[in-house]
């Protein structure tokens, strides 16, 4: 028998947030969905979210009281039972204040709500505060003094560490870790198409050729689906999994694994990856090097690590078992992306829409685009 | 920089039909009538990939300089656009 919980999740306009309101809210419990502009939930099928007992609140987490008067925030504080902290922004290359304000600032206000209010909190980090760190990861290591990639996972570090030290004054909490977000288990489906989509695109579609990285290195992809599975279990079970922490994780696969799959896609490129030291950013042709500078430069160290993530505290509180499927759920990925025409039919690039418009300057056509980095085939 | 496709010390009026053309040469979303109100995400389906598409063919298109990340994120309408070129062309003249 389950008691019937009143739960505020944060973020629940996003992909992740959506996904645990939906399935909490189906599982009877009482859902106050906090959002910060986008009014109308929608679950990662593209359908809106018309549950019972789902109330949207607008409010925004990187102001003290998450913007709420002194009232409602006390009004808040003691209608709630748990907090699941979904906000944060997860996309890369935005100014690193924007990180400090929501992923920092905002779990700080999250923080102070719990502690208003004697609610317990299931706070959504990432597998990535790991940094450049090699080999098994734990559940239980947080700060090992590891390098870290960009702004985004130091944020999400220095959030995590405020969770834990807030449970030396008193508030409970639980931290899911999910590796990088991606479509449906047994669909593919996606909502969203970021970070490793927009890597995806640019390769298959020959605008990125040649990406400094190594073929060993891993990379986890883990269904939204589980990782919203993962998150309402530890939210409802909360008392076995206070204090803990669960990666929420899939099977990593290598970037060979990511180039044998895309090659068995006629209408692919497939990206070489080259050794990171006889990179050449000069050489590449100048719309790559652009592409290079702002979409996959934010990512290029995670073409190098080769760590791997235990996950035995998810192992032994959640009945669904960890995704497995390696190169057949990137299939299934791919799959979904040609259906859904993310992929496969490519818009006209900049040169020929300037071309079109009579707009080709000088400046437009760069070195011949033929053999970047010993990318040609 | 040559083959501009207006005299220098542009104006905002003098931008706008070049902004438009290409804004709506690279929407992924075709058949919208273009107006200042317009949104790059709503009404003409721009993803974040497409938006830095966006941003190379406007520097590219009126030989601009890079044009800086914080002022492309702000933009969220076509007549946003219109006064972001506009402005980064003024500037771009008096250079």
Excluded: W
């Excluded at chain 1, 695109?201 to 290195?217: D, M």
């Excluded at chain 1, 008392?239 to 692919?268: C, I, K, N, Q």
């Amino acid at each position: 028998m389950r008691r019937r919980l009143r739960v505020l999740v944060t973020g629940a306009a996003g992909l992740v947030g959506a996904e645990v309101t939906a399935r909490l809210a189906a599982a009877g419990h009482e859902v106050t969905a906090l959002v910060h502009r986008t009014p109308v939930l929608v679950g990662n099928d593209g359908t809106p979210l018309e549950a019972a007992g789902v109330r949207c609140l607008t409010a925004d987490v990187t102001r003290p009281r998450l913007g709420l008067s002194e009232a409602d925030h006390e009004a808040l504080a003691g209608g709630i039972d748990r907090i699941v902290h979904c906000a944060a922004i997860t996309d890369f290359g935005r100014p690193e204040e924007d990180y400090q304000r929501v992923n920092v600032d905002g779990t700080a206000h999250v923080l102070e709500l719990a502690r208003a209010g004697g609610a317990d909190l299931v706070h959504v980090g990432t597998a990535y505060v790991c940094g450049e760190r090699d080999g098994l990861i734990l559940e239980t290591e947080l700060d090992e003094g590891q390098r870290l990639a960009n702004a985004y996972e130091a944020s999400k570090l220095r959030a995590e560490t405020l969770v834990h030290k807030a449970r030396a004054d008193g508030v409970r909490s639980a931290v899911v870790r999910p590796s990088i977000v991606v479509g449906d288990e047994h669909t593919g489906v996606v909502r969203d198409y970021k970070n490793i989509y927009v890597v995806l695109k640019l390769t298959t579609e020959g605008k990125v050729r040649s990406i400094p990285g190594q073929y060993e290195a891993r990379l986890d992809l883990v269904p939204v689906d589980y990782v919203a599975d993962v998150i309402t279990q530890v939210t409802e079970r909360f008392d076995e999994a206070a204090g803990r922490t669960f990666h929420a994780v899939g099977a990593p696969l290598t970037l060979r694994d990511f180039s044998d799959v895309m090659a068995e896609y006629p209408s692919f490129q497939v990206p070489r990856f080259v050794p990171p030291t006889s990179f050449d950013l000069g050489r590449l042709p100048r719309e790559e090097r652009v592409y290079y500078e702002r979409v996959v430069a934010l990512y290029e160290s995670y073409f190098r690590r080769r760590m791997a993530f235990d996950a035995s505290n998810t192992a032994q509180l959640v009945a669904r078992p960890a995704p497995g499927g390696g190169q057949d759920f990137l299939r299934r990925l791919i799959d979904h992306c040609l259906e859904s025409g993310y992929l496969g039919a490519p818009l006209p690039g900049v040169a020929d829409v300037l071309a079109r418009l009579d707009l080709t300057g000088a400046d437009v056509s760069g070195p011949a685009a033929n053999d970047a980095n010993g990318a040609g085939r | 920089m040559t083959s501009h496709p207006n005299p220098p010390c542009p104006t905002e009026d003098a931008t706008r039909s070049t902004v438009y053309a290409i804004v709506g040469a690279m929407a992924p979303m075709t058949g919208v009538e273009l107006a200042d109100e317009t949104t790059l995400v709503a009404d003409l389906a721009y993803d974040s990939l497409r938006l830095i598409e966006l941003t190379l063919a406007l520097e590219q298109g009126f030989g601009l300089p890079e044009l800086p990340q914080e002022e492309t994120a702000m933009v969220t309408t076509l007549g946003d656009i219109v006064r972001m070129v506009a402005a980064a062309r003024r500037q771009e003249a008096a250079r």
